[in-house]
């Protein structure tokens, strides 16, 4: 203690007694150091920044992968599907040409086409499946952000002509055909007879297998030539959608807005958020569950602070009444305390930020080295529905991490940094 009070009055001489002062910050930083080992922590000190430091990478880590899932989801939904739907309402889409004409024109929107979509069961001689089949024109399928360059098998040139269905890589693997393959594709809304409307069934050749990434689309989605789609499902004429792609997704309701001055007749427009609503908010409150539940491992380690805090006051209560005894204010008592349990909560927050931001910049590559090293299968394609671990690390999400960790910190400081402050000197030394 002798050495600490030539400090003080060296500091102090110096202006190191204002507060947050040189003194302060000294005595701070020698309180969370080990006795034995002047340059290692206490044991509750390392034990909080370990907490700490695991609770901030986990933090950010998870937050990249549920961030990655977003984006992965949801460009792979918007590869396939359109970011807005119109629909024709009171009477059929059959002047579908003027009307994509004029969604195409809207400021944002930078691609639309018209569609025949219906459901429909597929088959091959070894297995059949349920399926969407959807009539395009072989230019807007070459258009599609999920379709182009992603054909694995065959090809689309030629697509108008030849008569023959796009299918997902999946659905080629599940009915075992490949391109130049022959699939039968029946629907219960044939042709009209004098008993009824009859199934109508047709085999057409394989002409591409496409893989978009998205499990579920690669074995639902069939995609035939607009023309033929319309004879096969009698829509003559007629197409039962305009889908359409904008330049910016999250920023819809000024395209919405737009399009209702464009588009004249009568008609139901939806977009991407309303379709897939459901999906994301589950998303989104499977995030923020996770978020809740990994910032509790911050809070615990918070909590070791207190604990630890609590201990040092009582060990430092000598030291504390010599140094009240010598002019030290409670103020400047309780801003020492305060400072060493920051210094804790920095210190961990610090080394988490620099485990984790690499770690979730880096995640795929280290998934591909643990599978590949202990031969396990991490994130399985077939669960998940993607071919990848997604990371797409937010840096507002680490800011905010950050902070939140400092502020329950400095939250768990000021308990045991009150509790010193309120040391009396007197009933302190009169034990000693």
């Not at 297995?127 to 090809?155: S, W, Y």
């Not at 961990?348 to 910049?361: E, I, N, Q, S, T």
């Not at 991490?401 to 000021?414: E, H």
């Given at each position: 203690?002798d050495?600490?009070?030539?400090?003080?009055?060296?500091?102090?001489?110096?202006?190191?007694?204002?507060?947050?002062g040189?003194?302060?910050?000294?005595?701070a930083?020698?309180?969370?150091?080990?006795?034995?080992?002047?340059?290692?922590?206490?044991?509750?000190?390392g034990?909080?920044?370990t907490?700490?430091?695991?609770?901030?990478?986990?933090?950010i880590?998870?937050m990249?992968?549920?961030?990655?899932?977003?984006?992965e989801?949801?460009?792979?939904?918007?590869?396939?599907?359109?970011?807005?739907?119109?629909?024709?309402?009171?009477?059929p889409?059959?002047?579908?040409?003027?009307?994509?004409?004029?969604?195409?024109?809207?400021?944002?929107?930078?691609?639309?086409?018209?569609?025949?979509?219906?459901?429909?069961?597929?088959?091959?001689?070894?297995?059949?499946?349920?399926?969407?089949?959807?009539?395009?024109?072989?230019?807007?399928?070459?258009?599609?952000?999920?379709i182009?360059g992603?054909?694995?098998?065959?090809?689309?040139?030629?697509?108008?002509?030849?008569?023959?269905?796009?299918?997902?890589?999946?659905?080629?693997?599940?009915?075992?055909v490949?391109?130049?393959?022959?699939?039968?594709?029946?629907?219960?809304?044939?042709?009209?007879?004098?008993?009824?409307?009859?199934?109508r069934i047709?085999?057409?050749?394989?002409?591409?297998?496409?893989?978009?990434?998205?499990?579920?689309?690669?074995?639902?989605?069939?995609?035939?030539?607009?023309?033929?789609?319309?004879a096969?499902?009698?829509?003559?004429?007629?197409?039962?959608?305009?889908?359409?792609?904008?330049?910016?997704?999250?920023?819809?309701?000024?395209?919405?807005?737009?399009?209702?001055?464009a588009?004249?007749?009568?008609?139901?427009?939806?977009?991407?958020?309303?379709?897939?609503?459901?999906?994301?908010?589950?998303?989104?409150?499977?995030?923020?569950?996770?978020?809740?539940?990994?910032?509790?491992?911050?809070?615990?380690?918070s909590?070791?602070?207190?604990?630890?805090?609590?201990?040092?006051?009582?060990?430092?209560g000598?030291?504390?009444?010599?140094?009240?005894?010598?002019?030290?204010?409670?103020g400047?008592?309780?801003?020492?305390?305060?400072?060493?349990?920051?210094?804790?909560?920095?210190?961990?927050?610090?080394?988490?930020?620099?485990?984790?931001?690499?770690?979730?910049?880096?995640?795929?590559?280290?998934?591909?080295?643990v599978?590949?090293?202990f031969?396990?299968?991490?994130?399985p394609?077939?669960?998940?529905?993607?071919?990848?671990?997604?990371?797409?690390l937010?840096?507002?999400?680490?800011?905010?991490?950050a902070?939140?960790?400092l502020?329950?910190?400095?939250?768990?400081?000021?308990?045991?940094?009150?509790?010193a402050?309120?040391?009396?000197?007197v009933?302190?030394?009169?034990?000693?």
């Amino acid at each position: 203690m002798d050495q600490i009070g030539k400090n003080a009055f060296r500091l102090a001489d110096r202006g190191g007694a204002r507060p947050f002062g040189a003194f302060e910050r000294m005595l701070a930083l020698r309180y969370m150091r080990s006795r034995r080992h002047r340059w290692l922590p206490s044991a509750i000190a390392g034990l909080s920044v370990t907490g700490i430091t695991v609770g901030v990478m986990a933090l950010i880590v998870v937050m990249s992968v549920m961030n990655g899932m977003r984006d992965e989801m949801m460009s792979k939904l918007i590869g396939v599907n359109g970011h807005i739907f119109l629909q024709p309402l009171d009477m059929p889409l059959t002047d579908y040409k003027e009307v994509t004409a004029k969604l195409a024109k809207v400021p944002g929107v930078n691609l639309a086409f018209p569609m025949v979509e219906s459901a429909a069961g597929i088959s091959s001689p070894q297995n059949q499946t349920g399926a969407l089949v959807r009539g395009v024109t072989e230019a807007d399928i070459k258009r599609l952000p999920g379709i182009v360059g992603n054909v694995k098998q065959g090809t689309l040139e030629g697509f108008d002509e030849a008569g023959g269905v796009a299918i997902g890589q999946r659905m080629a693997e599940n009915l075992g055909v490949r391109a130049g393959d022959s699939v039968s594709i029946l629907t219960a809304h044939g042709a009209q007879t004098p008993f009824g409307v009859t199934p109508r069934i047709k085999a057409y050749p394989v002409r591409a297998v496409f893989q978009s990434g998205l499990f579920d689309f690669d074995q639902l989605i069939v995609f035939l030539p607009l023309g033929e789609a319309q004879a096969f499902f009698n829509k003559p004429g007629e197409a039962s959608i305009i889908e359409g792609f904008v330049d910016h997704p999250d920023d819809m309701d000024t395209v919405r807005a737009a399009i209702g001055e464009a588009i004249e007749r009568p008609n139901i427009l939806t977009d991407w958020r309303q379709r897939y609503k459901s999906f994301f908010d589950v998303l989104k409150v499977e995030s923020d569950a996770i978020f809740l539940i990994l910032a509790i491992i911050v809070l615990v380690a918070s909590l070791l602070i207190v604990q630890g805090l609590i201990l040092l006051v009582k060990d430092k209560g000598r030291d504390i009444a010599i140094l009240r005894t010598m002019g030290a204010t409670r103020g400047s008592v309780m801003r020492i305390f305060i400072l060493t349990g920051l210094s804790i909560g920095m210190i961990g927050d610090l080394l988490g930020m620099a485990l984790g931001v690499p770690l979730a910049r880096h995640l795929e590559g280290i998934r591909e080295i643990v599978n590949r090293v202990f031969s396990l299968n991490l994130f399985p394609a077939d669960i998940y529905h993607l071919s990848a671990l997604p990371s797409a690390l937010d840096p507002h999400e680490v800011a905010v991490v950050a902070i939140m960790t400092l502020c329950l910190s400095f939250l768990a400081t000021i308990y045991p940094a009150w509790r010193a402050a309120r040391l009396d000197p007197v009933e302190a030394l009169r034990h000693e």
